[in-house]
């Protein structure tokens, strides 16, 4: 079902975002938030990833409210910001509620508020912007009753816990050295031990056994590296991993699943599945991708 | 530089191993201590981890940032247009005496040693503190793997890994040594303690040594270790 949000006063309030970027050479101007920074600060602080469009309010009181909890951030000039009623404040991520109405009264010192939306707005893009430019005629003003519909929240990575677990590996260094093993580990089902730590996770299962060499050079091991040492147990080295190993690598967890790895519990029975190393980087790219803090991962 | 073979192996979706030999050699510990320090002046973004051991560097990366076929080809194109890397900075050779207390409950796996060399307890100690070797890498938490003694057989890890080595400890296997200044899990045979402190983490670099510097141990009798465990790795420097 779509879900709106529904102005019951619009005031003198309109959409607005960036503005337009490329047309000055044609005389368009860019228009946009004419308070940049109060637009951008509330699209951070509701957390969206990219700026979306705004409510901009000028100087006159305005009211909305929406079908579907909604979350929202009110920034710029001072005002009485209420939800049925009761006070909220400014520069703050408030979640309001479906059906009940939001006002903003009395703005005073500076003349605009802004709303930012913590989801998308469906409004046409005209040259790359919903921003109103009264000159052109492009975007709208609000009107009372206008309904704005929002559009489909976000999808983000629905991760499932709990055992029987299911990791993706990617080869490992020394998978030539476990030719004539892959099947039988990733056919085995194994049981996390309670020897596992943020260093290393120990599995039993099946043990590994005959493969040659049972030691190598040590080198320096990537995190989710899957060691067999030489009682055949497989053991994943975790991120406090010592940064050497000497036992043959049989395959690295993918990235996107080692947050499952860090959630598995002592006692949980896993097994592998062997992936491409573009299925794991597809993976972790639909995983971490829309999360805008993804960018700080070590 | 003459890095007629090397190869860039793939360790899963975010890391790569460049390898030179599938041998430890003097040589070949040189060239990828030179090329770890090389490629880290280059910044190739993204990048996490550049870390050299002993014939290989390990390369670790953010696949949201960088692309594995990128990055590969950059890496090969850096190595194969670097004419003259050294390993200058990596030969810093200084040296560190170091202390270590002998078998009993501070090193557990001496037994194992002694039996499987089939010398006696006094011989392996006597060759294991016989004269300098060179620090080879870093390991656990500033910790470091080094030549071993000359003894005439490798040593064999442990089966199954130990799950608690206390931090200190003196460790061997195959034909090298480890210090690991931390408890941890450790798949190495242990056969001695060090009680001087050598992680200072409000100061960086954390530990004075590197790769290139050169260890001697000592022995000292377990009512010994009280007078070191005051002590810093400073102390143990050797100036001549």
């Given at each position: 079902m779509d879900e709106y949000l529904i102005?019951?006063?619009?005031?003198?309030s309109s959409l607005q975002d960036l503005g337009r970027k490329t047309y000055m050479s044609y005389g368009i101007s860019s228009n946009g938030a004419l308070d940049t920074y109060s637009y951008l600060l509330g699209n951070e602080l509701v957390g969206n990833s990219y700026p979306q469009a705004s409510i901009e309010i000028t100087a006159f009181d305005f009211m909305m409210s929406s079908t579907t909890d909604i979350p929202i951030c009110i920034t710029g000039a001072p005002a009485d910001l209420a939800i049925e009623g009761n006070p909220i404040s400014s520069e703050q991520r408030v979640v309001l509620p479906a059906g009940k109405m939001l006002s903003v009264k009395?703005?005073?010192?500076?003349l605009r508020v802004y709303i930012a939306i913590g989801r998308e707005i469906d409004v046409p893009q005209r040259l790359g912007s919903c921003s109103f430019d009264a000159v052109g005629m492009l975007g709208e003003r609000l009107r009372n009753g206008h309904k704005l519909r929002l559009k489909e929240s976000k999808i983000y990575y629905k991760q499932i816990c709990g055992s029987p677990w299911s990791i993706d590996v990617c080869d490992g260094c020394d998978v030539d050295t476990f030719r004539d093993y892959l099947e039988q580990f990733y056919g085995t089902t194994y049981t996390v031990s309670t020897d596992s730590n943020n260093v290393g996770i120990r599995l039993g299962g099946k043990p590994i056994v005959g493969?040659?060499?049972?030691?190598?050079?040590?080198r320096g091991v990537a995190v989710g590296s899957i060691q067999i040492v030489p009682s055949g147990n497989p053991i994943?080295?975790?991120?406090?991993?010592?940064?050497?190993?000497?036992y043959p690598i049989i395959g690295v967890v993918a990235s996107a699943d080692f947050d499952l790895v860090g959630q598995m519990r002592p006692g949980d029975e896993v097994h592998f599945r062997r992936i491409s190393l573009a299925e794991a980087v597809k993976k972790y790219k639909e995983k971490f991708g829309p999360l805008k803090l993804a960018s700080f991962i070590k | 530089m003459e890095m007629e073979t090397f190869e860039i192996i793939d360790c899963g979706d975010s890391a790569v191993l460049v390898e030179v030999s599938k041998v430890v050699t003097e040589d070949a510990w040189s060239k990828i201590h030179g090329l770890a320090k090389a490629l880290a002046r280059e910044?190739?973004?993204?990048?996490?981890t550049i870390y050299p051991t002993y014939t290989t560097i390990l390369i670790v990366f953010n696949c949201l940032v960088t692309d594995r076929a990128i990055l590969k080809k950059h890496i090969r194109k850096f190595i194969e247009n670097t004419s003259c890397i050294t390993n200058t900075d990596a030969k810093t050779g200084e040296r560190y005496r170091l202390p270590v207390v002998f078998g009993g409950e501070w090193g557990p796996d001496l037994p194992f040693v002694v039996e499987h060399l089939g010398i006696s307890e006094e011989e392996v100690i006597r060759r294991f503190c016989a004269g300098y070797r060179k620090i080879l890498t870093f390991a656990t938490f500033c910790g470091f793997l080094m030549q071993g003694a000359s003894f005439e057989k490798r040593i064999p890890r442990c089966k199954i890994p130990h799950t608690k080595v206390l931090g200190g400890c003196v460790e061997v296997a195959g034909n090298k040594t480890a210090f690991i200044p931390v408890t941890t899990s450790s798949g190495w045979r242990v056969i001695g303690h060090c009680p001087v402190k050598v992680i200072?983490?409000?100061?960086?670099?954390?530990?004075?040594?590197?790769?290139?510097d050169y260890i001697e141990f000592f022995p000292i009798r377990e009512e010994e270790q009280s007078q070191y465990e005051g002590k810093t790795i400073y102390e143990m420097k050797v100036t001549s």
């Open positions: 102005v019951k006063i619009a005031g003198f009395k703005i005073r010192d500076g493969h040659k060499p049972t030691e190598v050079v040590s994943i080295l975790f991120k406090g991993r010592g940064g050497t190993a000497g | 910044k190739i973004a993204g990048i996490t200072d983490l409000d100061s960086m670099p954390p530990v004075p040594y590197n790769p290139g």
